[in-house]
């Protein structure tokens, strides 16, 4: 509630008053654009909120690093033109058009939670004496719209108990909320 400034002070000064014991510490993660609304309540915390760390979203090149170390410590090796396809399938993305259309362009980033999804699926579906990642495996298990849509009907099923209008009741949901008419991601409040 953007107006319970006293909930707001009174939520930081016991904040503040449990964070005075050196055994208790407090780790907050947030989106940048919340960080700055927590000025007013700075001085109520030991620390004043001083101690800071960005992280940056995960570039293309880490995202390589990551699938390819991965890999290796899970005993498989990563083919660098299969990685790379991966990577720029995972960094496309649709950019609007001055005239309202959409066009598919590489981005310089890749979403952690896709990758993970992506590469979990292309893990579990390979055959375990496949020890070598490479394109063909990319093309029958590592593409990332089948690997998300199948991530969210696994989820979506596993969420409704099997029951199938609660299934359909979750799936309109998420259309017409979290989806924008032009098939775009977009935010929600919770509520």
Known sequence: DPLAIEAKHEFFRQLGELLLDPHVWALFALREDYLAPLDPYADQVPTHLKNSFRLDLLRRDAAR??????????????????????????ATMKVQQPDGTFVKQTGLYVEPLQLQVVCRGLWEQMPEDDLRIDLEDIEKFGDVTDALSNYYSGEVGRIAGEDVR??????????????????IRCQVLRG
């Open 65 to 90: 690093d990551t699938i390819t170390g991965t890999a290796a410590e899970g005993g498989r090796e990563a083919d660098p033109a299969a990685v790379d396809k991966l990577v720029r399938d995972l």
């Open 166 to 183: 609660v299934e359909r009741a979750i799936r309109e949901w998420c259309g017409d909320r979290l989806i924008t008419p032009n098939g």
